[in-house]
Structures are given as C-alpha cells and as structure tokens.
C-alpha cells in the first residue's frame, strides 16, 4: 500500500504531502506514474456553442437539416435509386456538415444540439459540383442489388486483392478493361452497366465491400477508408 511507498521515500514519492504521489521509474523499479488529488471548490458556467441548427449558420462546422422534399433531398435519392438501387429509409433526418451528408436517427437532434459529434449518424456521401460520391458506409449499410448500373461483382481472389487495400487491374476484370473499346464477346455484357466510368460498388458473394473508381486505363481504383 502506500505506506510500503512512504518508508524512506517521504520526500521523493509525497512531496507535497498525501494528496500528491510521485513514482519515479528509477527509485521504484516500475513505470513512471504521477497522481494527484484535486478538489473542485466551485461550479463554472461555460456556454456550449450549438453545433445543430434548423435553419441553416455561417460555421462551417455547423449541421443543417436537409429536407426530403428539397431540391438537395431530392437530387440525392435520384442519385441513389438510379446508381445503385439504394432506397434510404425516410424514417431519418438528413443532415449536412460542409460537402458531407449524413443519415441521423429520427430523435437524435435533440442531442446534437447540445453535443458535438464528429459521427451525427451514417456517412451517406460527398456532395461536390456535379453531382454526388457515395461513401464507404453507406455502400456497406445499404448496398445490396448487384444488377444496379454502378455495382460490379467480385470473383474471391478478386474479392481479396480489393480487401487487403490494392487496386483491381484490367486483366483481372475483363469487362472494365473493356470500356474504351469492348470485345464482341463483352459487347452484351457491357450494355448492362452503362455507367461503368467513375465510381461503382463492389460485391462479393453479393455482399457489399466497398466503393471503387474505374480510372481511364479500366483499373478499379480502391477506396476502401485508410483511416
């Protein structure tokens, strides 16, 4: 205990007397370790920032509700339903931080008017000028129809190339390699997926795994998160 501490050591370990104890790795033979007791003496006040708005703020940071039936709302479930068969459930509230979208739970808004989160609820996409890039978690949560015009299906080795971080290459899917100029015997196959530059999600097993980006050459960029 820490009379066993005490015994010769008075002056090292409790400098400042029992509400301070100070280990030092090369007196004790163990980790080095600082406690102390503190006494909160009074209550400061400090007002929170509210980082949820209902009708829009200047801070970047700031979350504004997006609306089912506006233009934004709008646009993004067209995107989603034509893509890739993604229906969202309208039981959520979209909200918008910056270029990003997020899908919260119906009721949360009451806290993310008091507490800043970094994560308001499910990452849906990036909103840049032309359009929309879906992310990683909402491929994940919803991604389901590999018929979709953007969703490619993955063989196992494919499938464990794509998993461990690395980009898929033209000869390992044919049908992307076959985008600037298709073979006759792909010709038919191609006609499905018209869409096939950019982004697309990727299955295996018709599991979802994430989102790639088809590059010029037919390579499928990984964008599996690094973080």
């Not at 007791?37 to 703020?57: C, D, E, M, W």
């Not at 200047?58 to 890739?84: P, Q, V």
């Not at 909103?127 to 491929?139: D, Q, R, T």
Request: hydrophobic share 35%; proline share 7%.
């Amino acid at each position: 205990g820490l009379s066993q501490l005490k015994e010769g050591k008075e002056d090292i370990a409790f400098p400042h007397g029992d509400k301070m104890l100070r280990i030092l790795p090369h007196i004790f033979n163990s980790e080095g370790f600082f406690v102390a007791a503190l006494q909160k003496t009074k209550f400061i006040f400090v007002p929170r920032k509210k980082s949820f708005t209902l009708h829009g703020n200047r801070d970047k940071n700031a979350l504004r509700r997006i609306k089912w039936k506006d233009d934004l709302g709008i646009s993004l479930n067209t995107y989603l339903e034509i893509s890739f068969h993604i229906s969202l459930p309208k039981q959520g509230t979209l909200l918008m931080r910056g270029t990003d979208i997020w899908l919260s739970p119906d009721g949360s808004q009451n806290i993310l008017q008091n507490m800043r989160v970094d994560r308001p609820g499910i990452k849906i996409a990036k909103y840049i000028p032309n359009g929309f890039v879906l992310s990683h978690e909402c491929a994940i949560a919803f991604g389901k129809d590999i018929d979709a015009p953007r969703s490619l299906s993955l063989s196992s080795e494919e499938a464990r190339e794509f998993l461990t971080g690395k980009n898929i290459s033209p000869h390992c899917l044919p049908l992307i390699r076959g985008i600037e100029g298709v073979s006759p015997e792909k010709s038919t196959k191609s006609k499905e997926h018209p869409l096939l530059k950019g982004e697309v999600m990727l299955f295996a097993n018709n599991l979802p795994l994430g989102m790639g980006k088809v590059l010029p050459d037919g390579t499928v960029k990984n964008k599996l998160p690094r973080n």
